[in-house]
């Protein structure tokens, strides 16, 4: 083992031994996956773990089947947790991928099976298309309620150092009913841009708004690459302003990466992620 192998070792292990007690979403509903935590929730413009939920036209760029799990739970809230897990499978210019993400929150759990298709038209352009089957249980499961969405997603390439990525979720706002009341689930859109800076350093910028609310959820996160194989994530998210900062770890076919964020009212949080690849 060369020295900065070691080293490296010695750093990975300090990390997971200072992150694993805090391995609690800040945000238990954020879907978009451990790696854009670290990022203050930006992730539009790569293909990770979470795109399937986050902009399903990156699906195109795997490359075999990809498995991955993740794991949300804030520090205080024991009666909340958010745990995921997808499956993908791509050739290059088209991608196809399953998930399973599951949301308990004290009385009330929400499970959604995903499935979604992307297709590269050209060198520049990719578009992703997803469809959500949602089952709502509440009152520990006396209460209950099965409705669908969906979303479209779409990257473009500007150039060499830049890239545009949007998605529009549930515009339609899909209706749901729980005993005889009848609700319409929220919607929301998002874009956002990618400029490599250099080799190794990244910098994202994104934008988001849900329906009924008026603020714009601003984005930003910076990536840097020390090592290869080795990425530092740091960013900042308007809403709640949260700081947050994260790394990933790739050896050989092994993914891990962990995040956590502050927040000013509930502190420190994190999650854990696990990726797999298989050539």
Do not use: C
């Not at 391995?23 to 992730?43: F, K, M, T, Y």
């Not at 399937?52 to 699906?59: E, G, R, T």
């Not at 500007?158 to 919607?187: M, T």
Request: charged share 15%; net charge positive.
């Amino acid at each position: 083992m060369s020295y900065n192998s070691y080293k490296l070792k010695q750093f990975y292990i300090l990390l997971l031994l200072v992150y694993l007690p805090h391995l609690e979403a800040q945000n238990p509903v954020n879907d978009n996956g451990i790696r854009s935590l670290g990022l203050g929730g930006a992730g539009l413009n790569d293909l990770h773990s979470a795109s399937l939920w986050q902009n399903p036209a990156l699906l195109s760029n795997a490359k075999g089947w990809q498995f991955s799990t993740e794991y949300f739970r804030p520090i205080y809230l024991v009666s909340v947790g958010l745990g995921s897990a997808t499956i993908v499978k791509g050739n290059g210019k088209r991608g196809f991928a399953l998930g399973f993400s599951r949301l308990g929150v004290s009385s009330m759990t929400d499970q959604t099976i995903s499935a979604a298709y992307a297709l590269k038209l050209n060198d520049r352009i990719k578009l992703g298309v997803r469809l959500d089957w949602n089952q709502l249980y509440a009152l520990s499961g006396m209460a209950s309620s099965h409705y669908f969405t969906g979303g479209v997603g779409v990257h473009y390439k500007l150039n060499e150092k830049l890239q545009l990525g949007a998605f529009v979720f549930n515009p339609n706002r899909s209706p749901f009913q729980l005993e005889d009341a009848v609700y319409r689930s929220i919607s929301s859109w998002e874009i956002g841009l990618k400029h490599l800076i250099s080799d190794r350093i990244n910098w994202y910028l994104e934008a988001a708004q849900e329906q009924g609310f008026s603020e714009i959820d601003w984005q930003s996160g910076l990536e840097y690459m020390p090592l290869e194989g080795f990425q530092l994530q740091f960013g900042y998210r308007s809403i709640a302003s949260k700081y947050s900062v994260g790394f990933s770890f790739k050896k050989q076919n092994w993914k891990t990466s962990l995040a956590s964020a502050w927040h000013p009212d509930l502190g420190f949080g994190g999650g854990i992620g696990l990726e797999y690849a298989l050539d």
